[in-house]
DNA sequence: CGGCACGCAATGCAGCCGCAATGTCTGTCG
DNA sequence: CGACAGACATTGCGGCTGCATTGCGTGCCG
């Protein structure tokens, strides 16, 4: 687990950076907003602990940067602003719990734990199925890090497939998937891309079923 | 906004209601954790706030089941218990916040928010009977998690009775439901898909009774 | 021109489902 | 109380539908 500390104090943030250290946390450390909003780019963080009086700005206004830069992505704020009011605004402007100073460690831990633990990869843009990991902003798909090679039709039908993974999918959803509006196909050549993409995904834990009258689904092998 | 309330102090519990009515939230209370079970089963809960000190165990316990259940339902522990050692066991246990009494109730919506903004639940249309549950949007079934493959025409006959869980089923209704309106059917292959679904669902906790003369009737086995 | 993608058709196959035969139960009536 | 009738249960069979797979031919691209 990696996180990124966005806190001015250096004594706070030394105590909290070696005491994190004892639980395999790595944390990365910003001064600034604007050294935060740097770090944040880089994109390798799973968390962020937000402090709010910053040199240059409440961490608050942090909040609708990162959203926009990686949706998903838990923040608790940390403050020493711990009136219910303050607390309400924190999370009311994005935040998704608040911890007031001083708090313990272990409930700053337990907090991320839990933070962490809900459906990670949700507004993220790779799904995990079996060994199979699809990206679906670059839709490049992968076998345990070995990259696979799709033609078109197959790309797009493994897409909504994984998509929905665990779901059926419906063969008309699955054409209009694979050839768009325009081109009607009338043949059971969609039938002919999944028996390829099968014995393509063969050994890589997952796979598609046909669920006669309804359509396919996508799942991790038994 | 619809949450269920698990709390025995009666005035606790008045309050709470009251105050989060007026924020446009639907209040439904259980004064036990076995109440609490049953009343989630009906699966029409946004979120749970947990009480710890209840007659029958402490609240935490219930947290697996409601796991099993739903997972991703938020669940807000509501705990007169407030040391860190406390919130760390609520947080660790499962729940998604924990929040000490006495508390401030703008304080309770911005945590219930907060919780509930996470990766839009997904879309949990879904009804639990015994140990099946069924998606509805989906038109998924499962058995302990473990899904159950259906056929066309069972898994229709099944949808509408567990949308009509604990009341009769018409027979001409089920067999709109099961042929449409297009083909009627002139002989008992309705019986037939019935009998294969109560052999299907053996073990799950589910029986489909038959009411003479009146319809069929899905309810957790006794 | 060689390779790849893909539409298409042919063939094979599995399983769903309608159907009917037979068994079981319940309520009613003589 | 016994017998019958009607309703539901269960099971096997068979046809037919819909999916799987494969091979071929065409067109696109390098």
Chains 1, 2 share one sequence.
Do not use: W
């Amino acid at each position: 687990m990696r996180i990124l500390l966005v806190e001015d104090e250096i004594d706070m943030a030394t105590a909290l950076t070696a005491a994190l250290s004892r639980h395999d946390v790595v944390v990365d450390h910003a001064r600034t907003l604007e050294i935060a909003e740097e770090a944040c780019r880089s994109g390798v963080h799973d968390a962020v602990l937000l402090d709010r009086k910053l040199p240059d700005g409440d961490g608050l206004s942090l909040i609708p940067f990162l959203r926009r830069e990686r949706a998903g992505l838990p923040i608790i704020v940390l403050s020493a602003l711990g009136s219910p009011e303050h607390r309400v605004a924190g999370l009311d402007n994005g935040a998704d719990d608040y911890l007031a100073k001083p708090f313990s460690t272990d409930e700053l831990l337990a907090r991320l734990r839990a933070v962490m633990r809900r459906p990670a990869q949700i507004g993220q843009n790779t799904v995990n199925v079996g060994h199979l990991r699809f990206n679906l902003t670059e839709r490049q798909a992968e076998v345990e890090g070995e990259p696979l090679d799709l033609p078109r039709r197959e790309l797009l039908a493994l897409e909504i497939l994984v998509r929905r993974a665990g779901r059926t999918v419906s063969r008309t959803a699955l054409e209009e998937a694979v050839y768009g509006y325009d081109d009607e196909i009338a043949s059971n050549s969609l039938d002919a891309h999944i028996s390829r993409l099968r014995r393509k995904l063969s050994g890589s834990g997952v796979e598609i079923h046909a669920i006669r009258g309804l359509g396919y689904l996508l799942r991790a092998a038994a």
